[in-house]
């Protein structure tokens, strides 16, 4: 059974940073892009970040400079270090793999709250 599990959440304020986790199981974590989505209260869920197996990275552009995703193919793991964050950073934070070749081959996470205050 496939599982993405998060870690890393919590409360911070303005200006702080925290660094995210997801750890993978059941997958071949090689042939996944690995990605960060957020879902903010009465808002759509976003891409935030991703990164594919090659290493190239995207980002959204209301986090480049501040965000940064890297991965651990020999831990199954994706990260998501994030500084100078902002109240509008405030969402729950999901974990994305999907099948580099098989998109319907797409997995979430639990996901994890960030709560940034003023």
């Known amino acids: 059974q496939v599982q993405l599990v998060e870690s890393g959440g919590g409360l911070v304020q303005a200006g702080g940073s925290l660094r995210l986790s997801c750890v993978s199981s059941a997958i071949t974590f090689s042939a996944y892009t690995m990605a960060w989505y957020r879902q903010a209260p009465g808002k759509e869920r976003e891409l935030v970040a991703s990164?594919?197996?090659?290493?190239?990275?995207t980002y959204a552009n209301s986090v480049k400079g501040r965000f940064a995703i890297s991965r651990d193919n020999a831990k199954n793991t994706v990260y998501l270090q994030m500084n100078n964050l902002r109240p509008e950073d405030t969402a729950v934070y999901y974990c994305n793999a999907r099948h580099r070749l098989f998109r319907t081959k797409t997995y979430w996470g639990q996901g994890t709250q960030v709560t940034v205050s003023s």
């Open positions: 990164i594919p197996n090659d290493g190239t990275t």
